[in-house]
């Protein structure tokens, strides 16, 4: 049984860079052909995928966050790594990793999702 769990602050202040980890458990970040992803939720908005990292360390970015988004991993650690900068009030959002098995969206396993808030 694949296990992710999401870990990090939860609240954040206008301008600095957010930086959440998830930690996977009872499966490895690099098994071939899983993409590993990040996914968030604003209130009162629907799911927003914001990038993934894959099997082989390759990284994809939604366009509108692209220019602030990174994605890293350790594979020692068998954890990846969101890190979104100069955060402003509209990302406040619950925030996922999940997994996927190729690009495609039909997600098998997602942490239990944290809350950020952006905030001064």
């Known amino acids: 049984q694949v296990q992710l769990q999401e870990s990090g602050p939860g609240l954040v202040k206008p301008s600095q860079t957010l930086s959440l980890t998830c930690t996977v458990s009872g499966g490895s970040i690099t098994t071939y052909l899983y993409y590993w992803n990040w996914i968030r939720q604003p209130p009162g908005k629907g799911l927003e995928w914001m990038g993934s990292?894959?099997?082989?360390?390759?990284?994809y970015y939604t366009p509108s966050l692209s220019g602030r988004t990174s994605i890293s991993r350790d594979t020692s650690k068998n954890q990846f790594t969101l890190q979104l900068n100069s955060v402003t009030l509209e990302d406040t959002a619950v925030y996922y990793c999940?997994?996927?098995?190729?690009?495609?969206?039909?997600?098998?396993?997602w942490g239990q999702g944290t809350q950020v808030t952006v905030s001064s």
């Open positions: 999940a997994r996927v098995y190729g690009s495609g969206t039909n997600y098998d396993y």
């Open positions: 990292i894959t099997y082989s360390g390759n990284t």
